[in-house]
């Protein structure tokens, strides 16, 4: 049930950093969204079973990544393979960089980039939400982002009409 209801709902596509002391890794997470405007709040849902979980407990800072519809690679490799068998951030098709307020990674080139302090987090049924304030933002409005709907990548369709 749960597979067939949240695949329903259009959402970006975002790569997670994060860096403890000793460890730096990057994840996809497609359950993430805006909560506050002000102060400015994001939060990303992540399963316990993620290397990054826990990375981001001890931290308590991340970055988000908007991808572009350029970037669907990144997002598959980050998205399947784990940071606890191999370093994701050695790869060559990820150019990252360290947040300007946080010592996190964040994918270069990327759609916009949202550096983020952990602010509360909370067990919601087999995933934690992860609440963090946005203490970084910047975003390049000449890329498009990428969409994920219904398991498949799509880019932006038609503009239809301003929102009033
Ligand atoms: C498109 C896509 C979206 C994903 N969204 C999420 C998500 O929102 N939350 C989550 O916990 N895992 C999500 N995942 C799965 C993790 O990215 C995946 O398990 C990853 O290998 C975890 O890496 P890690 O073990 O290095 O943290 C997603 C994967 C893909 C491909």
Known sequence: MGERFSSQFPAPVVIVGVATAKKKNIMTAAWVSTVSFDPPIVMVSISPRRYTHDLLLEAKEFTLSILTDQQRQLSTTAGVSSGRKSDKLKLDI????EGKKVKAPLIMDSR????CKLIKHFTVGDHTLFLGEVVNFTCDKS???LVLFNRKYYSLGDYLADYP
């Open 94 to 97: 990820f150019k990252t960089q």
């Open 143 to 145: 890329k498009s982002p």
């Open 112 to 115: 916009a980039i949202l550096e």
